[in-house]
């Protein structure tokens, strides 16, 4: 038996403090409803704050346990390293399985205390209580997670340098991003467990009306804009790391996230639609139901070791877990979905299909088959590894040819749906909102033929653009006119701006996956070469070497101006070249350098890979379009409805009223 350290063993105890606290915190609040017993209830915000503060500890501990090279843990040998930098030192606690779940946790912890004390004084509301149930049980979930099949604080033997004690996975210390895609991506995953935890309790109460969805909007809106922002981010990882010169591959792992995302997207749509017209409530509920679970599925996809990726974790003692709590997860909710299924039954109906109740339903029906054609593709080949015994992949050329006609089908959808009234739209009232936004569209399309855009597919998807553009646009200068800059604010124009933030993206894919030029040159020193209207001269080429790794780097410059620096680095702890691009960005195209194997600094000779992609520059624009346009729809707007069924409607108890308590408690 291996002897613990101080930080093992504080590591473990706050680990089995919060396990305990969340448990325990879970009954009491279960308990204190169903008996009606205030006293009970005013226990839950210490056993909420203690999970809290179990989880930061845990943290902090690995933190310290990573920063001073404490070798008596497993997982300080596992991801640390002598020679990593301080910055990837901090990051290396979600560089493996392990920290990973203790991020996740953290998150989780923190949301259920904000959760707690936003709702401090309505804790003896059932709905409040029964979410913040859900949510401590998760809580529980995640901390005998970090207890068992992921434990970051085993003690392990001296360590042997020559087989342990490397680092991170080179490809996650070699840049800044690696400190902000992991943590914001958590926070949209583990975000989403708030508004399921609301649709649970609304189940289990039988408040399935409206009041459950405004209170948790917010979050999922909040959940849905870190998600989003976090997967871009993991785009520009991959663009600026991996120098295959993308940014989105259909990696396993990077459908993992896309899945929820999908889903979420559906929800933050539907969910309008049950507000005003108090339709879809199957359909919301179920929505939120596949997106927490294919949050869990995606963590058993990514953690469990059933597919090889560059961003999975190869354990795969957690996969069992992992498994089971997404079957548990989907029985109880769609037992409780059926339970409950007379309260569920839609007060309204949809008058015309051409109405934005309308537009609504098909956009949730081609979300809903992206969904299935991305989780289809991704594990169709461990189905048929399981099945027979053989290993098959599904690429690329797979999801880019499912993909592009759903793609298009949801442009269109941007830029008509806003256009469209709640319940019937006349003939008059279409070409009147549609006139502009279909003149942007054509204008957008004239134009992308005039910069030399050819291909049918990125054409349409231009013109497509530009006629969701022009619909937002136009909502967007018809509120300012009405009420100034202060329009903007509140759902339909911040999402009016998130949508704008989507077309950049989408237009931004669409040319740089249809109109990238690559070349392969072999150049000497001194050499100028010329590619695609730009040239390309090699100043130098020089081997390096630093504390984790050797390789060579070259300084190309372009067009006679700034140098730029790709290089390859063997990290000498792993032995794995490592190519980092060199990339000039511009408004019109990136310039993207790689440098190949076979340069030789000795002869002066340079291989390199040459991309030019157009308007990828406009991809991270878009995306801070939508995180802007996410915070201006997260606040209520002047013309805000107030709901039905408020989460304020009438409470089990008064926490504040001695005379409630249960007698004898």
């Avoid at 989880?55 to 902090?60: D, K, N, P, S």
């Avoid at 553009?469 to 903007?488: I, K, M, N, P, S």
């Avoid at 124009?493 to 931004?508: D, S």
């Avoid at 990238?516 to 730009?534: P, Q, W, Y």
Wanted: contains cysteine; hydrophobic residues 55%; glycine residues 10%.
């Amino acid at each position: 038996m291996l002897a613990e350290g101080l930080n093992g063993v504080l590591g473990h105890s706050a680990l089995i403090v919060g396990f305990a606290a969340s448990l325990f915190g879970a009954m009491a609040l279960a308990s204190a409803t169903l008996l009606k017993n205030p006293r009970l209830v005013r226990t839950v915000q210490a056993y909420g704050t203690l999970a809290l503060i179990s989880a930061v500890l845990a943290i902090v501990v690995m933190e310290r346990g990573l920063i001073t090279r404490d070798w008596s843990l497993a997982y300080v040998q596992k991801v640390g390293s002598n020679n990593t930098p301080a910055l990837y030192n901090v990051t290396a606690l979600w560089s493996a399985l392990e920290g990973s779940i203790l991020l996740w946790l953290l998150l989780l912890a923190i949301y259920s205390y904000v959760i707690m004390r936003r709702y401090r004084n309505r804790l003896g509301d059932p709905l409040v209580a029964w979410a913040l149930v859900v949510m401590f049980l998760v809580s529980a979930f995640f901390f005998f997670l970090a207890l068992g099949p992921t434990d970051a604080f085993l003690a392990a033997a001296p360590p042997d340098f020559l087989k342990c004690c490397k680092g991170p996975n080179p490809l996650l210390q070699n840049h800044v991003l690696v400190l902000f895609h992991p943590p914001i991506l958590y926070l949209g995953f583990v975000g989403f467990t708030v508004p399921f935890a609301f649709a649970i309790a609304a189940l289990i109460t039988g408040r399935v009306g409206e009041g459950w969805l405004v209170e948790t909007r917010r979050w999922a809106l909040f959940a849905w804009g870190f998600l989003t922002l976090g997967i871009l981010l993991g785009g520009w990882w991959s663009y600026e790391v991996l120098g295959w010169g993308g940014v989105w591959g259909w990696d396993p792992v990077e459908n993992a996230s896309f899945l929820p995302w999908l889903t979420g997207t559906a929800y933050i749509h539907s969910v309008m639609v049950q507000e005003r017209r108090g339709m879809l409530r199957v359909w919301n509920l179920s929505l939120l139901v596949a997106t927490f679970s294919l949050t869990i599925l995606g963590t058993f996809l990514t953690r469990s070791g059933v597919i090889n990726s560059v961003h999975a974790f190869s354990d795969g003692e957690i996969g069992p877990c992992l498994l089971g709590a997404f079957g548990v997860i989907l029985v109880v909710s769609l037992a409780l979905i059926a339970w409950r299924g007379d309260q569920l039954r839609s007060p309204g109906a949809i008058d015309s299909a051409v109405s934005r109740e309308g537009a609504f339903l098909a956009n949730n029906a081609v979300f809903a088959l992206f969904a299935f054609v991305v989780l289809l593709g991704t594990v169709f080949p461990l189905i048929v590894e399981a099945k027979d015994d053989r290993k098959i992949s599904v690429g690329s050329p797979f999801f880019d040819t499912m993909s592009r006609p759903i793609g298009l089908v949801l442009l269109f959808l941007m830029a008509v749906a806003p256009a469209l009234p709640w319940r019937k739209a006349s003939g008059e009232l279409l070409r009147d909102r549609l006139f502009w936004p279909a003149w942007c569209g054509a204008g957008t399309l004239a134009l992308a033929v005039v910069l030399g855009g050819n291909g049918f597919a990125p054409l349409l998807a231009f013109g497509l653009a530009g006629f969701a553009a022009g619909a937002a646009l136009r909502q967007l200068v018809l509120a300012t006119r009405r009420q100034g800059l202060r329009g903007l604010v509140g759902r339909t124009n911040g999402g009016m701006i998130v949508h704008l933030g989507v077309i950049l993206v989408a237009v931004a894919l669409a040319a740089s996956n249809s109109y990238t030029r690559a070349g392969e040159f072999t150049v000497a020193k001194g050499e100028t070469i010329s590619f695609a209207g730009h040239t390309f001269t090699l100043i130098d080429l020089t081997d390096f070497t630093t504390s984790r790794s050797v390789g060579i780097r070259a300084q190309v410059s372009i067009d006679g101006g700034q140098a730029y620096a790709p290089a390859i680095s063997k990290y000498t702890a792993f032995g794995q070249d490592i190519a980092t691009p060199s990339v000039k960005s511009g408004i019109a195209n990136d310039i993207y350098l790689t440098l190949e194997a076979g340069s030789q600094p000795s002869s002066g000779t340079a291989k390199l890979k040459i991309f030019i992609k157009p308007m990828v520059l406009w991809m991270w624009i878009g995306g801070g379009l939508i995180a802007f346009g996410t915070l201006l729809a997260a606040f209520p707007g002047r013309n805000r409805r107030k709901p039905t069924d408020p989460v304020s409607a009438p409470i089990a108890f008064d926490l504040n009223d001695p005379a409630q308590e249960v007698a004898g408690v």
